[in-house]
T-cell receptor
Framework: AQKVTQAQTEISVVEKEDVTLDCVYE???????LFWYKQPPSGELVFLIR??????QNEISGRYSWNFQKSTSSFNFTITASQVVDSAVYFC????????????FGAGTTVTVRA | DSGVTQTPKHLITATGQRVTLRCSPR?????VYWYQQSLDQGLQFLIQ???????AKGNILERFSAQQFPDLHSELNLSSLELGDSALYFC???????????????FGPGTRLTVL
């Protein structure tokens, strides 16, 4: 069963528009961690943000913000005032319980920002 | 730059061959993870090592093996290669990765393996 679902396959926006990426996860654990990674065209995976299951406080970091809601098992990510350099594939990932170190990734959402 | 290095960047080989992928973790990181990214399977966890010992195993084929050396670098060995093994192989590292604590994993640039 898919643990992390990113329903949006591709999103295309014009520069300066906001982009919100959806992520829905599935877990039976009370302790878990959620991550967002970015994969630009060059191919590397870049860590963006991390959240643990006990901290539902939503934050803003520069042009990035995230909305973590345990009630709906969602961990959405927003890029404000998008730029061409934001064009990449964005992955949501889940790390469950204290004996499981692996990251379970969603399928990714391709974001294209047009000038 | 995450601080994790992987060599080689690209590897082209033939079916039936054996290759070795190398990873050096960030300075101070004790855990190394290997992931495979393919078009049909997406990003999948293969195996984790912590301070030289195997810690967790994922969807790793029996033809694949890994190890972590005393200097903490890791190698992923892929043998009897098949066309379907063509993929991007990532190494990641974290400070610990012990039970009760989940570190952030920082990824290397990946090795793109093409099996012809």
């Amino acid at each position: 069963a898919q643990k992390v679902t990113q329903a949006q396959t591709e999103i295309s926006v014009v520069e300066k528009e906001d982009v919100t990426l959806d992520c829905v996860y599935e877990t039976r654990d009370t302790t878990y961690y959620l991550f967002w990674y970015k994969q630009p065209p060059s191919g590397e995976l870049v860590f963006l943000i991390r959240r643990n299951s006990f901290d539902e406080q939503n934050e803003i970091s520069g042009r990035y913000s995230w909305n973590f809601q345990k009630s709906t098992s969602s961990f959405n990510f927003t890029i404000t005032a998008s730029q061409v350099v934001d064009s990449a594939v964005y992955f949501c990932a889940l790390s469950e319980d204290w004996n499981d170190y692996k990251l379970s990734f969603g399928a990714g959402t391709t974001v294209t920002v047009r000038a | 730059d995450s601080g994790v290095t992987q060599t080689p960047k690209h590897l082209i080989t033939a079916t039936g061959q054996r290759v070795t992928l190398r990873c050096s973790p960030r300075s101070g990181d004790l855990s190394v993870y290997w992931y495979q990214q393919s078009l049909d399977q997406g990003l999948q966890f293969l195996i984790q090592y912590y301070n030289g010992e195997e810690r967790a195993k994922g969807n790793i084929l029996e033809r694949f093996s890994a190890q972590q050396f005393p200097d903490l670098h890791s190698e992923l060995n892929l043998s009897s290669l098949e066309l379907g093994d063509s993929a991007l192989y990532f190494c990641a590292s974290s400070v610990e990765g012990l039970a009760g604590f989940t570190d952030t994993q920082y990824f290397g640039p990946g090795t793109r393996l093409t099996v012809l």
